[in-house]
């Protein structure tokens, strides 16, 4: 593939996904490991909202780079610089994601940094996808539409970070709401395209990946430096594996799932139809999943101290509700995801979400290595059994 010099190459429907996106993808999850740092240093439902917020916020910010790395090569031309732009700006904003609603002195808060990094981020996506979409008036028009909900998303960003408190947490949700609300409205104009269904695809599979990844790592590396002699240490290997056993779980859940057939559905779509098959499954079907996942990564880690700590006490509730809480948005999502791609309910997924519901009621005061057990037996439970159904489903 070959281009003018300083000009966006569009995609061709066979492309895939390059080294230089992966390395995006990268950043982007960096950020949600610092967004599970700041769970796990505000332990309770404060701290369990405002890293919602932050994911919501992030995977705008990860998905409209979707949309435009389908329409062009991101590691090409112009590009490139907007892409590093908006890669750097998404790096400060992961530094100072832990501390984005603590007390500030001077005028510079990390909140502000915040809204500014992300203000930053989403002026580089519109501006580039404004210059790629030249030769496409439609797509052009779409992209203005879609600048004005993220204009006042970015104002609001702002404001709250100046106000802080419970106001900076209602002036966020509020820009949510704006960016995927209002966003979903707009994008009614039809203006999108899906270039390349396999490179969309590719994308948030890969992302996902290295989200889960980034769980196996983030839990074992605090666990294998901190192991001792004797009893302790059996059960802390014991917990790793257990972690690890919910983590695999969760990647046969999706790969081995609804994901081949959700594959099979946007690549048979019309290019009319893609567009909205590729926004409702993806770009806001995948938001369940990520959630999920970072949820069970916290949950994991605060699991894991617990048994380090004290392994016959009762887990703490946060860490309860974060994994077993994460594991049912996580199925759900992925019932949802196959309802919507294919046309038809996943059970198997959404059945456990309701048994992993009702489990987060009823651990709530055992041992953490119980907890533990109960949820990876779950986990594997639901990934076999939605495996053979979506098996048994494409047969027919």
């Known amino acids: 593939m070959t281009e003018a010099a300083g000009a966006a190459s569009v995609l061709p429907g066979a492309d895939r996904v390059t080294m230089f996106e992966i390395f995006f993808d990268l950043v982007f999850v960096f950020a949600l490991m610092r967004v599970i740092e700041l769970m796990e240093t505000q332990p309770g439902w404060a ?8 994911l919501l916020l992030l995977w705008w910010a990860w998905c409209a780079f979707i949309w435009l790395g389908n329409r062009v090569r991101l590691d090409c031309g112009r590009v490139v610089v907007a892409i590093l732009v908006s890669m750097a700006a998404l790096f400060i904003a992961a530094l100072v994601i832990p501390y984005a609603w603590e007390p500030h002195s001077g005028w510079l808060s990390p909140a502000l940094v915040l809204a500014l990094a992300f203000t930053v981020v989403r002026s580089s996506y519109v501006s580039t996808f404004l210059w790629t979409s030249r030769g496409d008036r439609r797509l052009r028009t779409q992209v203005l539409i879609d600048a004005i909900p993220q204009t006042l998303s970015s104002v ?22 704006l960016d995927f609300g209002v966003g979903w409205l707009v994008s009614r104009y039809n203006g999108w395209r899906v270039t390349s269904p396999a490179h969309f695809v590719e994308r948030h599979g890969l992302v996902l990946i290295i989200a889960l990844g980034e769980t196996v790592l983030s839990s074992g590396a605090g666990l294998g430096s901190t192991l001792n002699e004797g009893t302790v240490q059996g059960l802390s290997i014991l917990a790793a594996a257990l972690a690890f056993v919910v983590v695999v779980g969760l990647w046969w859940a999706y790969f081995r799932g609804p994901s081949a057939a959700a ?26 999943l990520v959630a999920g996942v970072m949820y069970v990564a916290l949950g994991i880690r605060l699991i894991l101290q617990d048994v380090l700590v004290a ?78 159904w979506e098996r048994h489903a494409a047969a027919r």
């Open 311 to 388: 392994p016959g006490a009762p887990a703490h509730w946060v860490a309860v509700i974060a994994l077993t809480g994460g594991l049912a948005c996580f199925l759900l999502g992925l019932g949802l995801f196959a309802r919507v791609m294919v046309g038809r309910w996943s059970r198997p997924p959404l059945i456990a979400a309701g048994t992993s519901t009702v489990l987060g009621v009823v651990a709530v005061g055992l041992p953490s290595l119980a907890v533990l057990f109960l949820v990876a037996a779950l986990v594997i439970a639901a990934a076999l059994t939605t495996a053979s």
């Open 47 to 54: 701290g369990l909202g405002r890293g919602l917020l932050l």
């Open 156 to 177: 609001l960003l702002i404001v709250g970070a100046v106000l802080g408190g419970d106001l900076q947490s209602v002036c966020w949700a509020v820009a949510f709401g």
């Open 263 to 288: 594959q099979h559905a946007l690549l048979g779509a019309g290019p009319k139809g893609r567009p909205a098959l590729a926004r409702d499954g993806y770009t806001l079907g995948h938001l369940p």
